[in-house]
């Protein structure tokens, strides 16, 4: 079993940062790819951004250019470094992680204050 715990979350003006972690443990010797998805107010959830064990990363359109997504050396802790914050990155932010089965998160409030 894995577990993944997010951190980082909080309330930030528009125009502000945050960095997001996101830690594994337990079973996490096959861990490949591990992202971060988003779920706003009564919308779908959706990729933010994700990174394979060789640093091989994807973005969604609304957060490129903008935020950052990076591991440790361990490739058990992903971090989500976020720019240029607006009002429609609210929401609240889930880890994932997969080996043959998906890992998910509690998620962490992100709330962007206009």
């Known amino acids: 079993q894995v577990q993944l715990v997010e951190s980082g979350g909080g309330l930030v003006q528009a125009g502000g940062s945050l960095r997001l972690s996101c830690a594994a443990s337990?079973?996490?010797?096959?861990?490949?790819?591990m992202g971060w998805y988003r779920q706003a107010p009564g919308k779908q959830r959706e990729l933010v951004a994700d990174?394979?064990?060789?640093?091989?990363?994807n973005y969604a359109d609304s957060v490129k250019g903008r935020s950052t997504i990076s591991r440790d050396n361990a490739r058990n802790t992903i971090y989500l470094q976020m720019n240029s914050l607006k009002s429609e990155d609210t929401g609240v932010y889930y880890c994932?992680?997969?080996?043959?089965?998906?890992?998910w998160g509690q998620g962490t409030q992100v709330t962007v204050s206009s």
């Open positions: 337990g079973s996490i010797f096959s861990i490949n790819t």
């Open positions: 994932r992680a997969r080996d043959t089965r998906l890992y």
């Open positions: 990174i394979t064990k060789g640093g091989n990363t």
